[in-house]
């Protein structure tokens, strides 16, 4: 195996690549398709750029965006040291890898990185470098010295932290009103942050029990064939999630459109919400009641339904059945576990 690294200047192709990347993330390229540059026989370009959109749209846009940043970091990587980028050798992705988490990134961030190279590849139609087992070694390595537990877990908030959020927030404004309604809708239904910021008004289904929210896409329904999460009414008015969403909707309207918007000069505006709007909001809701903030984020909401549901003495099939994990193993270790070991810790019986 030769693993020596090859100096060159990066070709306008990959200048090319990279700009595709940037907007559009990873598409499989004509070549990676056993295609030439010329359409065959009764088709044209647009049928063959139709094709190629097609197959890119089986990725995630979120991981369309990602893939392109860490390519793009990639490629900037081997400019600084004129180093072929595409295709890429196994040893200078071994450097790249090992440079990288010398920085200080987790070992999520690594096989991010690889996944992107990889993909990239592919579009090109070239030998994949992450495949090559020096590359293999070095994954396997680093996963050991940065392990691959998560650094970060969302704090999740409790029904106790909920009433002090809401107990702080003017929920005679607009503003306070459609932050009410996001908190005790999101924290309810288990939605995830993208999904609740996503939601529509059209995907909202009233019934006398409380209401159905209609999921039309989701990270486990990445074909959009739709999921229905049920949210039923509070047993006390302040924190009933559906009178806080008929309170909003007496602001908003019920025009057909976003269910939750941003706001311009504390007007509602017409930009659309976004998780990581949802997330900001969360934190600074959180330190105004007094909550320590610095853990909090979009996430904190359906963390803390599943957490709170547990503690409360819910089945776990009911709670999967709320969040949709695809996996029971993640609801158990990330929400079930921590619980239990709080629980049936010996420390609570050594008289300190």
Same mark, same amino acid.
């Given at each position: 195996?030769?693993?020596?690294?090859?100096?060159?200047?990066?070709?306008? @192709?990959? #200048?090319?690549?990279?700009?595709?990347?940037?907007?559009?993330?990873?598409?499989?390229?004509?070549?990676?398709?056993?295609?030439?540059?010329?359409?065959?026989?009764?088709?044209?370009?647009?049928?063959?750029?139709?094709?190629?959109?097609?197959?890119?749209?089986?990725?995630?846009?979120?991981?369309?965006? #990602?893939?392109?940043?860490?390519?793009?970091?990639?490629?900037?990587?081997?400019?600084? @040291?004129?180093?072929?980028?595409?295709?890429?050798?196994?040893?200078?992705?071994?450097?790249?890898?090992?440079?990288?988490?010398?920085?200080?990134?987790?070992?999520?961030?690594?096989?991010?990185?690889?996944?992107?190279?990889?993909?990239?590849?592919?579009?090109?139609?070239?030998?994949?470098?992450?495949?090559?087992?020096?590359?293999?070694?070095?994954?396997?390595?680093?996963?050991?010295?940065?392990?691959?537990?998560?650094?970060?877990?969302?704090?999740?908030?409790?029904?106790?932290?909920?009433?002090?959020?809401?107990?702080?927030?003017?929920?005679?404004?607009?503003?306070?009103?459609?932050?009410?309604?996001?908190?005790? !809708?999101?924290?309810?239904?288990?939605?995830?942050?993208?999904? !609740?910021?996503?939601?529509?008004?059209?995907?909202?289904?009233?019934?006398?029990?409380?209401?159905?929210?209609?999921?039309?896409?989701?990270?486990?329904?990445?074909?959009?064939?739709?999921?229905?999460?049920?949210?039923?009414?509070?047993?006390?008015?302040?924190?009933?999630?559906?009178?806080?969403?008929?309170?909003?909707?007496?602001?908003?309207?019920?025009?057909?459109?976003?269910?939750?918007?941003?706001?311009?000069?504390?007007?509602?505006?017409?930009?659309?919400?976004?998780?990581?709007? !949802?997330? @900001?909001?969360?934190?600074?809701?959180?330190?105004?009641?007094?909550?320590?903030?610095?853990?909090?984020?979009?996430?904190?909401?359906?963390?803390?339904?599943?957490?709170?549901?547990?503690?409360?003495?819910?089945?776990?099939?009911? $709670?999967?059945?709320?969040?949709?994990?695809?996996?029971?193993?993640?609801?158990?270790?990330?929400? $079930?576990?921590?619980?239990?070991?709080?629980?049936?810790?010996?420390?609570?019986?050594?008289?300190?």
């Amino acid at each position: 195996m030769n693993l020596a690294l090859v100096p060159t200047r990066v070709p306008t @192709r990959v #200048t090319d690549h990279v700009a595709t990347l940037a907007t559009a993330g990873p598409v499989p390229g004509r070549r990676s398709l056993g295609w030439s540059d010329i359409p065959p026989e009764g088709l044209t370009n647009q049928d063959l750029t139709r094709i190629t959109d097609a197959i890119a749209a089986g990725r995630a846009e979120s991981t369309r965006k #990602t893939y392109a940043w860490q390519w793009g970091r990639f490629d900037r990587w081997c400019a600084g @040291r004129g180093i072929t980028a595409m295709p890429a050798s196994p040893v200078a992705v071994c450097a790249y890898l090992t440079d990288f988490a010398a920085q200080g990134v987790a070992a999520g961030t690594i096989e991010c990185a690889c996944a992107a190279i990889a993909a990239a590849h592919e579009t090109d139609g070239e030998v994949n470098p992450i495949a090559d087992q020096s590359v293999k070694a070095v994954r396997r390595g680093l996963r050991r010295t940065l392990g691959t537990a998560p650094r970060r877990q969302s704090r999740p908030l409790s029904t106790d932290d909920i009433r002090r959020m809401l107990a702080n927030i003017d929920r005679t404004t607009a503003r306070g009103t459609r932050d009410a309604a996001l908190i005790l !809708l999101g924290f309810a239904s288990a939605l995830r942050r993208s999904e !609740l910021a996503g939601l529509e008004l059209a995907d909202i289904e009233p019934k006398p029990e409380g209401l159905l929210i209609h999921v039309r896409k989701s990270k486990t329904d990445p074909e959009a064939r739709g999921q229905l999460v049920a949210v039923a009414h509070g047993q006390h008015a302040e924190t009933d999630p559906v009178t806080a969403l008929d309170a909003w909707l007496a602001y908003r309207g019920t025009g057909p459109g976003q269910l939750f918007t941003g706001f311009h000069h504390d007007r509602i505006g017409s930009r659309p919400f976004t998780g990581s709007g !949802l997330a @900001r909001m969360l934190k600074q809701r959180a330190a105004a009641a007094g909550i320590p903030s610095e853990r909090v984020s979009g996430h904190s909401l359906r963390a803390g339904h599943a957490t709170t549901a547990a503690l409360a003495g819910v089945g776990l099939d009911r $709670i999967a059945a709320q969040t949709r994990h695809s996996r029971i193993s993640t609801l158990v270790e990330h929400y $079930i576990r921590p619980l239990e070991a709080m629980q049936v810790t010996s420390s609570r019986d050594l008289g300190l």
